[in-house]
């Protein structure tokens, strides 16, 4: 059964009311022609209960645009969904085109600040969410009485003497939904041990985030990264107006676990009587990172589930033994979902 229009309808009342089932929801297949985003592909999702999102397969499967009855629930940067040939690897360069968004997915071998271990320089948040996609599927259709709404794809790191590290995303929704789901699958695919670093970057903003807004998360601890962040260490719950000159804070959280091996955090608005539910598998992802900027246009919290601590740096991570790494052949899968939920 689909839940619409405050009632549940089954395919069978459905199919009699449509000539085509994607005047209610679907998916379509775009392509971007104008400017930075020139040439990019993406695919376009709704579901029939307000919830629309857009699929990057360009850039790693990411979720760009996300709304629910027509309102973002995402932060968007300046420069938009920028096609990956725009790409700079090398320091902060990632920076230049970080589009923001729902989901920028970074790894798949280092996150976090840019660095260098030996010879290997490492920019900004790893290489993956600048790799497009193959074997890009999407379907919509009945399964039994669900109608099944799916995007995958596949994402390949890889260099010659180097890794060979594949992605392969599935991301899921339903006629009626309110929720994303995304399935990652992550192997080593070389014949040797590979270092694997990911976080997921979730970014959430106005008319979402603002000073009425809260996050609810339950933890067994948090680490401020830096200086600003001790600073402000009181207060990671809460958001402030946009401010002039405002320092970037980052927590590190050690979430508490529900007994499926679930964390669950929310960013809840009150005032919009709206939230945003995320839910992670945290067997695999026991951390999460969060990223407050409450500057002017840069206006943005990042709730950021990842497989490992990254401080301070991949390279004093390995000589600690906490680098996590996948074995020539082994797999390792992640499972995050975001839920818009109304309050009564």
Known sequence: M????????????????????????GIQPLEANDGIERGSRLI????????TFNVLPDRAMDIAV?????MSLAWRS???????????????????????????????????PPGREG??????HGRVSNLPAREVGYHARWVDDIYQLEVSGEVRQTKVFGENIALRRRISTSLGSNKIRLDDTVTNEGFSLQPHMIMYHINTGFPL?????????????TLPEDEASAHGLADWRVFQPPTPGFQEQNFIHTPVVDPDGWSHAEVENPSLGLGLRLAFDARTLPYMNEWKMMGEGLYVLSIEPMNCN????????????????LQPGETCKYALELEVVEYT
């Open 66 to 70: 996300c709304q629910y009855k027509g």
């Open 209 to 221: 985030l603002n000073e009425s807004a809260h996050l609810k998360f339950d933890v067994v601890e």
């Open 310 to 325: 990254p401080l301070p740096g991949r390279e004093s991570m390995r000589s600690q033994k906490k680098l996590p790494y």
């Open 44 to 51: 376009q999702v709704w579901t029939g209960s307000g919830l």
């Open 78 to 112: 300046a420069r938009g969904d920028a096609h990956p040939a725009f790409y700079e690897p090398s320091g902060a360069g990632w920076l230049r085109t970080f589009q923001g968004g729902m989901l920028v997915t970074c790894g798949l071998d280092t996150f976090e």
């Open 119 to 124: 010879a290997e320089e490492l920019g900004q």
């Open 2 to 25: 689909a839940h619409l229009y405050q009632r549940d309808w089954s395919r069978e009342e459905l199919v009699r009311y449509t000539g085509s089932l994607n005047q209610i929801a």
